[in-house]
């Protein structure tokens, strides 16, 4: 830049210190700047939270200076961009990783120990952000961690909730829900963005408008709402490149309701406007019910229309025909929570932007991809028409258009097939009409992804059968992944350090396929020897903080046993409690002689159930009275321990996952569409007790049978036994455990009969019966393995050594390249 603008750049640039230092005086300064001048505290006096306000603070300048340069530079060459849409996003804590993916964590430690604070203390005065239910929401986070990392120009958009999942909290072992209400100690990881702001319309009604002689469609509506952009920078690791995760909230709009105003009841008018905030203020607990509620429609539309206008706004910014579009822009749907998407951009295209339908469709088919991340027919969302034609009635038009000429192609290709025409149709005839948000997604993308290769095949054979039989190129897979930063690096430094040390490089936290290089030492006795101390420091941590929580002792001689994932009904915690109680029932049926074989149990629990799942709260609540009656039996002490872990969230799982021997993933196979919990535990050398189902399955091409404990039927199986119906040869060991709980032997005999009546004969859904014996004796084989510490421990680093197949750079190299067509955008410097 030349001339004046020149010369004032020049200034500014003189007077900014280029960039912000990161030597210990810098850092320390910068902390105390920020805690007198941000937190407005002495500098003299302030505490463990004020410290992290400063430090965090410090640390977002360091962000923001990264996030300009690679806007900027993403401004200037104008890449093909990903915007990944999702309604939930489980961030967690922010402090360490970012920190670490700036690189300088060893720097801050320093300079905040110079200060007198510890950094640990400090960073664990972060809260949670938990803008998302369980693994799809933390599925989205690991892949933004990625998508920086990788240099991949991409954008995430989602909902700024003001309340996040409920915190859980336990009284007398049942389950009570709390609001959580993040934002009131302030969040120093967004910045507000009060000048990037859409209208989002709602209601009203369609007109027709003739304007120079072409007809179109006027949405005139009845309500209207501002979209607040808030940008959450996201950097990668060992790459200058910050990304942005954009999350809308919802603000009264002032070009709207000044009507309003003018009949003089002015505070109800205000009072009235504030509601607007209502779309933006609570995250729905349940991910797996589709209730047709309004504000869960509303919420999905306002993100979603937000969002498509800001990217809309965007590509206008540099080009002016829409043909180039696909070139620049590709849209991601995760799950079909943003379907509506879709219809935003034909919208747009067609009335404001006036394109003809067919240019319009032509540009929506190459720029949408969908994943779907359920396998059962029941967990597909429908938005009841009814609904639809009073909050977006112009979209619902659409939707029929969108239908109509589906269906009359389909009929050119299948014939009058009527059944199967009705399947396929976007439109669900019915007692209540709706619409089908995974066909409109389908029939509306390129692509159609898979979480894992056994659900991708599943879908292929059930729920998508017709539309895979019409278009199977459009169907492919990209095995979850999680990333290797988080789950490693910042929740487990130790072990991070150790593997470092013996791969003589830290290459591997950017290429994580390095981990197969432990292979070569798993038989070392100094790498097993220093991998068992790592180990053992971490299940230290674990019991100290269940001590804190519970105030009970456990041994750590005893294998650290784990289920820690949302209760459902398929991922059947209950087959694990009612393991427990064998395993309870047995040692008080043997000899004394004999219990100095049996091999020291702790077992954790730990997830929420969904406020208005009744069996998953029952599942909660047994958990607690088999506790109860456990852990005061003294004649059983340290030879087993059963604990609930509560309220589990991102930074809970970052605590348990380092210290456990053993994580059991038990869904009933076909029903878990891939598991991600199991990644950051093998990551973490923790060996898998599971059924071979969702992702495991390539878990075992990865690291072996023999590596791991599998159990159960397979998903082959598993139809064929519910088709057979009611196995008359019962497990007696498992009749004989319902029975402990029916007949009250852990209190509570009415409350438990419901959940007993689950897994009873004839309508054990998720067949807790028939896998029960091989449940047991995977679990008498993790026994027999522990007692051989150092064969657990060589599968132990064969377990992190295989993990690098899990990793979410592989998830979203494969998308990137074979799915959006995007290139690594790095920014210089
Ligand atoms: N998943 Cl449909 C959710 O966490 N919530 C949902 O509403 C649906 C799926 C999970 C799924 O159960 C896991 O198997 C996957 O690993 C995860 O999504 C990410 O794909």
């Avoid at 700036?102 to 430690?109: E, P």
């Amino acid at each position: 830049v030349s001339g004046e603008q020149g010369a004032k750049a020049e200034r500014m640039f003189a007077l900014m210190d280029r960039f912000l230092k990161n030597d210990p005086i810098s850092l320390q300064k910068d902390i105390l700047d920020h805690v007198e001048y941000t937190v407005a505290r002495s500098r003299f006096n302030f505490d463990d939270f004020e410290a992290y306000q400063a430090l965090s603070h410090s640390v977002r300048d360091r962000l923001i200076e990264r996030w300009h340069d690679t806007q900027l530079y993403f401004k200037r060459k104008d890449p093909k961009r990903v915007y990944f849409l999702s309604l939930e996003f489980l961030m967690g804590r922010s402090l360490s990783n970012s920190v670490i993916n700036l690189g300088i964590r060893d720097q801050y430690a320093d300079a905040l120990g110079q200060l007198g604070f510890e950094y640990e203390v400090v960073a664990e005065q972060e809260g949670d952000a938990a803008l998302g239910n369980g693994g799809l929401a933390r599925l989205s986070a690991c892949q933004m961690d990625s998508l920086a990392t990788l240099d991949y120009p991409a954008w995430g958009y989602g909902l700024r909730y003001q309340y996040g999942l409920f915190r859980q909290v336990i009284l007398d072992g049942f389950q009570h829900e709390q609001p959580d209400y993040w934002l009131n100690f302030g969040n120093p990881w967004e910045i507000e963005r009060i000048h990037v702001t859409y209208p989002v319309k709602f209601y009203g009604t369609v007109e027709d408008e003739t304007l120079n002689g072409g007809k179109y469609k006027v949405w005139i509506p009845g309500e209207m709402v501002e979209a607040v952009a808030y940008d959450n920078p996201i950097p990668g690791y060992g790459t200058r490149n910050t990304i942005t995760l954009r999350l809308w909230a919802a603000k009264p709009s002032d070009q709207y309701d000044i009507e309003s105003y003018n009949t003089g009841d002015y505070i109800n008018a205000v009072v009235n406007r504030q509601k607007a905030e209502t779309i933006s203020s609570v995250l729905y607990p349940d991910d797996r019910s589709y209730q047709g509620k309004e504000l869960r429609l509303k919420q999905q539309y306002f993100f979603v229309s937000a969002s498509v206008q800001d990217i809309i706004r965007r590509f206008k910014d540099a080009h002016s025909n829409f043909d180039e579009f696909p070139e620049k822009v590709a849209l991601q749907l995760n799950d079909t929570h943003p379907s509506l998407a879709i219809v935003e951009v034909m919208r747009i295209l067609v009335d404001e932007e006036h394109l003809d339908w067919n240019r319009a469709s032509d540009i929506v088919g190459k720029i949408f991809s969908f994943t779907s991340h359920t396998v059962i027919a029941e967990g597909l969302e429908k938005i009841p028409v009814d609904l639809l034609a009073s909050l977006l009635p112009r979209h619902l038009q659409i939707i029929y258009s969108i239908n109509f000429k589906f269906v009359e192609e389909l009929k050119k290709k299948i014939g009058l097939d009527y059944n199967r025409l009705s399947r396929m149709s976007i439109i669900e005839e019915g007692a209540v009409k709706s619409i089908r948000s995974a066909n409109l997604s389908i029939v509306c993308s390129h692509t159609v992804n898979g979480v894992s290769r056994v659900h991708l095949e599943l879908l292929k054979a059930n729920v998508f059968k017709d539309f895979y039989e019409l278009w199977p190129e459009k169907f492919q897979f990209k095995t979850n992944g999680v990333t290797q930063r988080r789950w490693i690096v910042v929740s487990n430094p130790s072990l991070s350090a150790l593997i470092s040390k013996w791969l003589g490089t830290e290459a591997w936290i950017r290429d994580v396929e390095l981990l197969t290089g432990l292979r070569e030492y798993a038989a070392d006795s100094f790498l097993q020897h220093e991998w068992k101390m790592v180990r053992k420091v971490n299940k230290m941590r674990l019991a100290e903080y269940i001590e804190a929580m519970s105030g009970l002792k456990v041994s750590l001689d005893a294998m650290f046993d784990v289920q820690i994932k949302r209760i459902h009904e398929y991922k059947r915690q209950l087959l694990n409690i009612l393991g427990i109680i064998h395993r309870y029932d047995c040692i008080k049926n043997m000899e004394k002689s004999d219990r100095r074989k049996v091999v020291p149990h702790v077992c954790i629990i730990g997830g929420k159930a969904a406020p208005g799942y009744e069996v998953a709260k029952k599942i909660i609540k047994l958990c607690h009275a088999v506790a109860e009656k456990i852990n005061n039996d003294s004649d059983v002490g340290d030879l087993l321990k059963l604990v609930f872990i509560p309220d589990y969230n991102v930074s809970v799982a970052e605590l348990v996952i380092p210290g456990a021997d053993l994580s059991q993933h038990l869904s009933t196979a076909g029903n878990e569409a891939s598991g991600t919990g199991s990644m950051k535990f093998l990551m973490n050398g923790c060996l898998l007790l599971a059924t071979e189902d969702g992702s495991t399955v390539e878990i075992i091409e990865e690291i072996g049978a023999d590596n791991m404990f599998l159990f159960g039927s397979k998903v082959h199986d598993v139809p064929i036994l519910r088709e057979k119906g009611p196995d008359l040869k019962v497990n007696l060991q498992f009749a004989r455990v319902v029975r402990m709980v029916r007949d009250g032997y852990f209190g509570f005999k009415d409350y438990f009969k419901s959940l007993c009546d689950t897994v009873e004969v004839g309508n054990d859904f998720y067949l807790l019966g028939s896998d029960f014996e091989s449940y047991l004796e995977a679990q008498a084989a993790a026994d027999k393995a522990f007692v051989d510490q150092e064969k657990w421990t060589q599968m132990s680093i064969l377990s992190t050594a295989g993990s690098g197949r899990f990793s979410s750079d592989r998830t979203i190299q494969d998308y990137a390249e074979n799915t959006w067509g995007i290139e690594p955008c790095p920014c210089p410097f």
